[in-house]
């Protein structure tokens, strides 16, 4: 079966730095990969997928994702963080030797502070 | 604007009450969910519909049911509401029929409460 953790309830970050969000995943098969944004009282916003091909994935609003098969990891990053990027962070796998639903981890939420 | 249309956005029940939550989307996508959000526990599927005539039971379906009413509209029913069903409830929908790689567009939530 799969299954996705992200390690980190709650990440901060300084305006203008670097951040990371942590996704680890298990499958059986390939993985398909998806990062999604929430921000308050929305719905879940597609950033970015890793499918087959070049390990590094970028997105959209700067994000960028590394999946690394090794260590079954798909960190979601940034190289300098904005304010208005403070939300909830949800990445989802899918396993393809088990159909098309995703399985999403319990979110990660990201503040940057100012 | 194209997307996923979710009505009520919010809803406070009493314990026994009845409702059904309504979903449609307007990009001819094959494929619809509904999920819950609870705090700490990410989304969990309770139902989803891979095409027009079809539904299948995910993590969490007790206590719900569900309709494909046409391709465009998905709906959730709470026969009997508990307090325990008090989350937020996110329709979504996708092009894959079957091994597609696309991912989801969500509705913007219902709030539901219920006392």
């Known amino acids: 079966a799969q299954s996705v953790a992200q390690p980190e309830d709650q990440v901060n970050v300084a305006e203008g730095n670097p951040l990371t969000v942590k996704c680890t995943y298990s499958?059986?098969?390939?993985?398909?990969l998806f990062w999604y944004v929430q921000y308050p009282n929305r719905g879940l916003q597609f950033l970015l997928k890793?499918?087959?091909?070049?390990?590094l994935v970028k997105g959209s609003y700067g994000f960028e994702a590394e999946f690394n098969k090794s260590q079954t990891s798909f960190h979601l990053k940034k190289p300098s963080a904005l304010v208005s990027d403070s939300a909830l962070y949800f990445c989802a796998v899918r396993d393809d030797n088990y159909g098309q639903n995703f399985v999403f981890g319990p979110g990660t939420r990201l503040s940057v502070l100012p | 604007n194209a997307g996923v249309t979710q009505t009520p956005k919010f809803q406070v029940l009493k314990t026994g009450q009845s409702m059904t939550l309504q979903c449609a989307q307007d990009?001819?996508?094959?494929?619809m969910y509904w999920y819950r959000q609870d705090p700490g526990m990410g989304l969990r599927l309770i139902y989803y519909s891979a095409s027009e005539g079809t539904t299948d039971k995910g993590e969490v379906p007790n206590g719900y049911n569900v309709s494909r009413l046409n391709k465009r509209e998905f709906s959730l029913r709470l026969e009997s509401a508990a307090p325990s069903q008090t989350s937020v409830y996110f329709c979504?929908?996708?092009?894959?029929?079957?091994?597609?790689?696309?991912?989801?567009?969500f509705g913007s939530g219902t709030r539901l409460t219920v006392v």
């Open positions: 499958v059986s098969g390939n993985p398909y």
């Open positions: 890793y499918i087959t091909g070049d390990n």
């Open positions: 979504a929908s996708s092009e894959a029929g079957d091994r597609g790689n696309y991912g989801y567009t």
């Open positions: 990009m001819n996508h094959n494929s």
